[in-house]
Each structure stands twice: as C-alpha cells, then as structure tokens.
C-alpha cells in the first residue's frame, strides 16, 4: 500500500514594510496596501518594539496590540538569532519587516534578514514607500542613470577630508552622483566640510526633511553655497555631490 504523503506547507511571506520620514498622517506618503498588509500580520521584525507598536496602532488602530510578536534587529542583536527570525514563515505565516523611517534594507539592517530569507527560499515583497535617498536623487537634478550612495562618511577629519575629495575624484571621472548622509546633528559640520573640500564648480544638493512639510531640497555649486548661510540644525539631510 503506497504510503499517504502529508500536503507540504505553503511557506509565508517576508514584507518589506516602509513607514514615515517624519510625523506625517501615513496614509499620506503610504499606499493603502500597507494597511491590508499589517491588518494580516501578526509577527514583526523591527528595531524598536516601541515605536513599531505605534506605528502598527496609527496604521490599523483596531488591531490587538496583545497578539502580535516582535523580533528585535538592531546593533545589539546576536547574528545567530536572525534567522530564527523567520520561523513564522516556515510555519506558514506571513511576517513583516519594518524600518525605523523609510524603506528597509536601503541604510538599513533588514538587508541581512532579507538575504537569510532569500537563502531558506522564502519569497520577500517589497512595498511601495518613501526613501529618502531616491527621492533626494529624484529631486537633485543629478545624474540619475549613474549614482552610489555610500553611507556616512569618517567621522575623523583628516579621514573624512580625504572621502570627499575621493567621491569628487570618482564623480569627475565617472559623471557618477554621490549620495551619502550623516547623523543630523553632525549635518552642519559636514556642510563646511564639503564647501571647504569641494572645488567651486562642484554641484552640491542638500535635501532635507524630505516628505515633511518643512521639506528644503536644494542643489547648487560650491561658489554659490559659499555665499550663502546654510544652518541645518539637527534635520535628516541628505548630501549629494557631482563634479
């Protein structure tokens, strides 16, 4: 008698879910499918518990908050408990990747989830939501057929003068825009940083805020930012350069 074989379970989904760059209403800068997403989601990947549990709440205010489950993925987490991560999804489950603010895995950590989620062949699906960095890139008016985004730059001076005169080389050499980014309240001693390194010909956008109503996305030559009094405060700014 043939032995009865047991149907395999359909393994869940790995949702890549974007949230806000600021305080906006989500549903603002957000597609309606992330509401019909977290309203069937019970497990979470997420940075901070906190701030995800409100986020969830702002998204789907009648949701239980008491039946859902969080993985912390952050600096502290042990790389030996990630892919335990996803073993809702090898249940049958789905389950959801959210980033602190914009796009997971773009400045991101989810990237390593998503690349252990690839390995046990569990299908990821990204969703639609805001970047900071694509979106500064759309509106710089830079060479979009041809960028990197490098990260942040070396917090040490001597290192950090040597990166950016480094990424103009490269972007003078390639027509290659360069995107990168600091923590904000860093922002105005990188800007007299770029102006003092940067040749004067040198395009520079500073976009910040992106999203938020006090948004200010604005590419001008290193002569003309020279000219002007540039305070940025402690606002997310991101910084592209083309020679």
Not at 83 to 109: H, K, T, V
Not at 163 to 169: D, N, P, R
Not at 191 to 196: A, D
Not at 215 to 242: A, D, G, M, Y
């Amino acid at each position: 008698m043939d032995e009865i074989k047991k149907p395999s379970l359909v393994v869940g989904k790995l949702y890549l879910i974007p949230t806000m760059l600021g305080d906006n209403a989500p549903l603002e800068v957000l597609p309606i499918s992330i509401k019909r997403i977290i309203e069937n989601v019970d497990h979470y990947i997420v940075e901070n518990e906190k701030s995800a549990r409100r986020f969830i709440k702002r998204i789907s205010p009648a949701k239980s908050q008491p039946e859902l489950h969080f993985y912390v993925l952050n600096k502290y987490t042990d790389p030996s408990e990630m892919p335990g991560f996803l073993d809702p999804c090898i249940q049958g489950l789905n389950i959801a990747l959210l980033s602190e603010a914009g796009s997971p895995g773009i400045a991101d950590p989810g990237a390593d989830i998503v690349q252990i989620a690839h390995k046990k062949k569990i299908q990821v699906v990204p969703v639609v939501g805001p970047s900071s960095i694509l979106m500064a890139m759309m509106a710089s008016g830079m060479n979009g057929q041809n960028f990197a985004f490098t990260g942040y730059l070396p917090i040490e001076n001597d290192l950090r003068g040597k990166a950016i005169k480094s990424l103009e080389k490269l972007s003078f050499e390639t027509g290659q825009a360069q995107i990168f980014i600091e923590t904000p309240y860093r922002n105005d001693k990188l800007f007299q940083e770029l102006i003092k390194k940067l040749k004067p010909s040198t395009r520079l956008c500073l976009a910040s805020d992106i999203t938020l109503l006090t948004e200010s996305i604005s590419t001008k030559t290193v002569n003309e930012w020279r000219r002007i009094e540039v305070t940025l405060h402690k606002r997310p700014t991101v910084f592209i350069i083309q020679a």
